[in-house]
Nanobody, 122 residues
Framework: VQLQASGGGVVQAGGSLRLACAAS????????VGWFRQVPGKEREFVSCITWGGGRTYYADSVKGRFTISRDNAKNTVYLQMNSLKPEDTAVYYC????????????????WGQGTLVTVSS
């Protein structure tokens, strides 16, 4: 599975961005697909994930109510809609996928995309 993350950019506080994670090589049907973010000097942080089959979603408390994860079966793509962005959301965002494990733990994820940078200015 190859993952391609896109959609990052620079936005003012309160603005919105939509990230996309497109998969190729194998359908997402058996996977959990998640988003993590990382700032320099800190550990990679769980943001959100979705179970491809059942569509169950999970969010970090810090983004709950502001971010929405969704999937498009036909396009084999997962989206992260980010609203009401805050400066503390500034990070490199990574999408990743796994079959089994804990959705909170980066080491559970088997496949990673290259990050996309989100910068939120105050």
């Amino acid at each position: 599975v190859q993952l391609q993350a896109s959609g990052g950019g620079v936005v003012q506080a309160g603005g919105s961005l939509r990230l996309a994670c497109a998969a190729s090589g194998r359908p997402f049907s058996s996977y959990v697909v998640g988003w993590f973010r990382q700032v320099p000097g800190k550990e990679r942080e769980f943001v959100s994930c979705i179970t491809w089959g059942g569509g169950r979603t999970y969010y970090a408390d810090s983004v709950k109510g502001r971010f929405t994860i969704s999937r498009d079966n036909a396009k084999n793509t997962v989206y992260l809609q980010m609203n009401s962005l805050k400066p503390e959301d500034t990070a490199v965002y990574y999408c990743a996928a796994y079959v089994s494990g804990s959705y909170l733990t980066p080491t559970s994820y088997d496949y990673w995309g290259q990050g996309t940078l989100v910068t939120v200015s105050s």
